[in-house]
């Protein structure tokens, strides 16, 4: 908090508003607008361009200088050197666990990898071809169904069990709406493989033969997990927080954010990002879609190219990029047709004026489908797996609001509809 002050003037008032501005420990002050409503006005916003919604103090990101910051800890840190469930303990208690801290954590999220064998039968209701974005909605949602044992969110010990349940079940849920896709049988959680191992034996082993998983896949895949783990307040954690501010249940809360993570503007752009790769087939005719991108009258964008907050580079992009020579590198892939549209994709854009000047950099999107493809992940579970790795930052900041003071989420509008007029008789109009 300052006692810095900001003075709104306004036409026809005669004395001026004085508006309180606080500041973070990092980033830009933020005027305080709630005293407005008071005087009869509203601050108008749309897409919350530039209106803090809470105050929090799990991550910090300077889109201008690509910094993204956990509880402190730079993101490059973290994918060098931590994994995806330190990062997780990190995220939801504030420090970086001591080694016992950390085993005792793993040994509880193992704990909970098995979801209700009533869940299984559950999946039948959906058609064998539904995308599994949609069962997940589904089926995370009717987890509140399930764990009627942790649902008093005002108990601190109830919030930490669906945290973990989330965590942990995360992964069963997603590799199941795979198989129930393809037809095949769903997997039980093998406790004994890490985090990222486990989430590759459910989804590719079958229970007829032992699952052979290579340490630099399940490497990839803990550190795509850890990529998206947290992303302060984008469009699916402050759906979370919106959701959560009712008093909802943390089930149904995170079925809300997967909701809001699946559009093309936000998670589904890494499904979006392969889509268009395979659209444009040749790399003889990406300027044709480079033209598209930049028409005004054509809808068309670049997938996987820029960002609401980062106008510089996306720090995750730059770990993801590296970590997508390396999976490469391993599975041999060196002239895959599509990776070849993706380089010089990106070769194009990133020296064309339309995108220097608008500040388009390839995101985290943009990569990790890269990743993906190569790990032998199909398209359509590539947002789903963002919502894996993003559970984690869901249920921190839903915890972080539940634990401190909170009110409703009620946003205003600026109403440009009829004024109020006297109802017609249908034989009258
Ligand atoms: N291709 C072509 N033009 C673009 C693109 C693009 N990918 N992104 C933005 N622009 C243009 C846009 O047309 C606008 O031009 P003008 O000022 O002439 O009207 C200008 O750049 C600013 O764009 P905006 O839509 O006002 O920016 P925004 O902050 O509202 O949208 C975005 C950000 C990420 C939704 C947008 O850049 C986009 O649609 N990108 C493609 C989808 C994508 O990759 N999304 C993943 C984001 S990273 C993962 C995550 O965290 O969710």
Same mark, same amino acid.
């Given at each position: ?38 005087? =009869?006005?509203?601050?108008?916003? *749309?897409?919350?361009? $530039? ?22 800890? *730079?993101?490059? &840190? ?18 970086? *666990?001591? %080694? ?49 044992? $942790? ?32 037809? &095949? ?14 989430? #590759?034996?459910?989804?590719? =082993? ?8 290579? *340490? ?16 302060? &307040? ?7 927080? #919106? ?41 003889? %005719? ?44 391993? #599975? ?18 990133? /020296? ?19 990743? #993906?493809?190569? !790990? ?20 921190? /900041?839903?915890?972080?609001? !539940?634990? =401190?003071?909170?009110?409703?989420? %009620?946003?205003? &509008? ?16």
């Amino acid at each position: 908090m300052s006692d810095k002050k900001a003075t709104l003037k306004i036409d026809g008032m005669d004395a001026a508003i004085e508006l309180p501005i606080y500041s973070g420990t990092l980033g830009p002050d933020v005027v305080d607008v709630g005293s407005l409503t008071g005087k =009869g006005m509203f601050t108008y916003d *749309p897409g919350f361009v $530039s209106t803090a919604a809470c105050e929090s103090q799990i991550t910090y990101i300077d889109g201008g200088q690509g910094v993204l910051l956990h509880r402190g800890y *730079p993101i490059d &840190q973290l994918a060098e050197q931590s994994d995806y469930l330190e990062t997780c303990f990190l995220l939801l208690y504030g420090e970086l *666990p001591t %080694r016992a801290e950390k085993e005792e954590f793993v040994r509880t999220v193992h704990n909970h990898t098995m979801v209700h064998e009533q869940i299984r039968t559950f999946f039948n209701g959906f058609r064998r071809d539904a995308h599994p974005m949609a069962i997940m909605c589904g089926v995370v949602g009717a987890l509140s169904a399930f764990y009627h044992d $942790s649902l008093e969110i005002s108990e601190e010990r109830d919030r930490q069990v669906a945290a973990f349940r989330l965590i942990a079940k995360m992964p069963t849920l997603a590799a199941m709406s795979y198989k129930f896709s393809i037809g &095949q049988p769903f997997m039980y959680p093998d406790n004994t493989l890490s985090y990222a191992e486990n989430f #590759l034996h459910m989804m590719f =082993g079958n229970p007829c033969e032992p699952s052979t998983i290579s *340490p630099v896949l399940a490497k990839a895949m803990d550190r795509i997990f850890l990529l998206h783990a947290d992303h302060e &307040q984008n469009a699916s954690t402050s759906t979370v927080r #919106l959701a959560g501010s009712s008093g909802a249940n943390p089930f149904a809360c995170i079925a809300a954010g997967i909701a809001a993570l699946w559009g093309p503007s936000h998670g589904g752009a890494n499904e979006a990002v392969l889509k268009m790769l395979e659209e444009i087939g040749d790399v003889s %005719r990406i300027d044709e879609f480079v033209a598209r991108a930049k028409d005004k009258d054509d809808p068309f964008r670049l997938m996987g190219f820029g960002h609401r907050v980062y106008k510089n580079f996306d720090p995750r992009a730059k770990v993801m990029k590296e970590a997508a020579d390396d999976v490469l590198a391993e #599975l041999g892939i060196e002239n895959d047709p599509l990776l070849a549209i993706a380089k010089r994709l990106e070769e194009i854009a990133l /020296h064309d004026e339309y995108f220097i000047e608008k500040k388009l950099y390839p995101n985290v999107d943009f990569y990790s489908g890269i990743i #993906l493809k190569a !790990i032998g992940i199909p398209t359509s579970m590539f947002t789903v797996i963002f919502a894996v790795g993003r559970t984690v930052g869901w249920i921190a /900041h839903w915890h972080e609001m !539940i634990s =401190g003071s909170y009110r409703i989420g %009620r946003p205003r &509008q600026l109403y440009t509809g009829h004024q109020q007029r006297d109802y017609v008789p249908l034989d009258k109009r």
